[in-house]
Each structure stands twice: as structure tokens, then as C-alpha cells.
């Protein structure tokens, strides 16, 4: 199996541990001081940022590096996780349970409003309907719009938002519209309203 690939792996296994993804200075530094805690190694910052390709690099990393890592997640060294995953154990599944804050249609009444931004600079506030659907209240930097309606059954922060049967207004067809696809949606706030 190519290096790329387990090493893909490793850095998905990793942030579930960790329990969320990595996306800022403080996310790398947070997961050093956790990887010092519990290896009792240290992985510099900038390795950790090149690994996660925060930073632009050509630089592979190290087998004592990924065995730091591979450690971190209860391995005894690089090899033994590669082995592991060569032997389609857990960290081959195409599935994986999601992890931080998350709002399902269930916990919602209508009226309540969600607030939630992704990158660069795009933020949204929603009031449910009922029954999975949302009218947008405030939009900005973004292609959706004040007014439009869609439908979801969860809001996941850290993951992207699949929108389906988006109106916009004198729009003849629905649209489906993903918001933050890359590196998902973050800010993520309920605000209970029931005005409706």
C-alpha cells in the first residue's frame, strides 16, 4: 500500500482521537502537548504542520516520526500500524463515527436558529421550518442567499453541510449546495428562538 495513503490514514485516526480536526496554530499545538503526554516524544510544530500540509512542504516524513505518531494511537511503532492496516483492520474503513459538536434535526423545534461559518470568510444563520427544512436569515461572502430555503438532517461542525432541494427565489429548479467541503463547518451555535 503507498505511503501517501497510510500515512493519510494515520493523520484521520489520529484526529479522532484527538477529536477534531487540525486547522489552526492552536490545534497543533494542543495535539504536541497530547502527543508529549501521552508518548513522552515530542513532534515539533512545524513537522506537524508539513505532515498535515498547513504549511506547503516536498519534505516526507520521517519513520521516527510516524512511529512517534503511530504510538499516539497505541501502536508500538510505524511498522506495527502499517501491518495493522495492510491486514484491513478498523483504520481501512471507508466509515468513521463523527466527532465534536453536532446538531441533528431532533434536538430542534421550529423557530430555533442555527448559526455556523466555514472558510474563507462565510457565515450563515438559519430558522428551522419543521419537518428538516431552514430558511436562511443572514448570509455573507457566500452564493447562498437571505430567503433561500433547503433542506438537511445534520449540521456537524468540522464536516462539511450537504444542503438539498435549495430554493433561491425565482429559481424554477431546486439545487443541492455544499457548504465548507473541504474543511467543514465551524463556529457551530443553536440559538433557541420558537417564535414560529
Not at 503507498?2 to 484526529?15: F, G, P, Q, R, S
Not at 497543533?28 to 515539533?44: F, G, H, P, R, T
Not at 457565515?123 to 442567499?145: H, M, P, Q, T
Request: proline share 3%; with cysteine; hydrophobic share 35%.
Amino acid at each position: 500500500m503507498e505511503k501517501a495513503y497510510l500515512v493519510d490514514i494515520l493523520k484521520n485516526t489520529i484526529e479522532k482521537k484527538f477529536g477534531r480536526k487540525l486547522r489552526t496554530p492552536a490545534d497543533y499545538n494542543a495535539l504536541s502537548l497530547s502527543i508529549v503526554k501521552d508518548v513522552k516524544e515530542n513532534i515539533s510544530l512545524s513537522t506537524l504542520k508539513r505532515i498535515w500540509k498547513y504549511v506547503k512542504s516536498t519534505h516526507t516524513p520521517s519513520e521516527n516520526t510516524l512511529s512517534i505518531l503511530s504510538r499516539f494511537i497505541g501502536f508500538s511503532d510505524w511498522d506495527s500500524f502499517c501491518e495493522a492496516v495492510n491486514k484491513k483492520t478498523e483504520y481501512l474503513s471507508e466509515s468513521i463515527f463523527l466527532v465534536g459538536d453536532a446538531i441533528s434535526i431532533n434536538m430542534l423545534m421550529p423557530g430555533d436558529e442555527i448559526e455556523f461559518s466555514w472558510v474563507p470568510d462565510r457565515y450563515c444563520r438559519v430558522v428551522y421550518l419543521g419537518s428538516g427544512s431552514f430558511r436562511i436569515l443572514e448570509a455573507r461572502n457566500s452564493k447562498i442567499r437571505v430567503g433561500d430555503t433547503f433542506c438537511t438532517g445534520l449540521f456537524s461542525e468540522g464536516n462539511p453541510l450537504y444542503m438539498t432541494n435549495l430554493q433561491h427565489e425565482g429559481d424554477t429548479a431546486p439545487k443541492n449546495y455544499v457548504a465548507g467541503m473541504r474543511n467543514g463547518i465551524k463556529d457551530l451555535k443553536l440559538v433557541k428562538k420558537n417564535i414560529i
